[in-house]
């Protein structure tokens, strides 16, 4: 799953913007916008890297903090570090199986969700 990109394609769609226009705003290449979108690098089907300057720009533009993409990449991650356990529960199962069946759009949404909520458990 490619969390950062699924966000940014999100982002982008959602001001109905070509990739081309999108990466003029950010300062990027439209072939560099579209490698990280898909999360591959078109020219060598490997996974694609992602600078801090760029994403700096990219958030810069989306007026989010650059932790925040940062936070997208790490999900990605820790879901395949996650998917490795073999000590599930019961609900952990029951969960895994609910979010194996999400688009990748839903996936990136119970991601933030789930996030928030862990993040209120800490401040009580």
Known sequence: ??????????????????????????????????????GKDFRTGKQVSVTIDTLIKIATYLNVKPEFLTALIYKDDSLKNYKNEQNYNDNEKQLLDYYNVCDEIDKVRILTYAEAVAENKHKI
Request: with cysteine.
């Open 1 to 38: 799953m490619n969390c950062l990109g699924v966000f940014i394609k999100n982002e982008r769609k959602k001001r109905n913007m070509s990739l081309r226009a999108f990466s003029e705003r950010c300062n990027i290449s439209h072939t560099h916008l579209d490698s990280i979108e898909k």
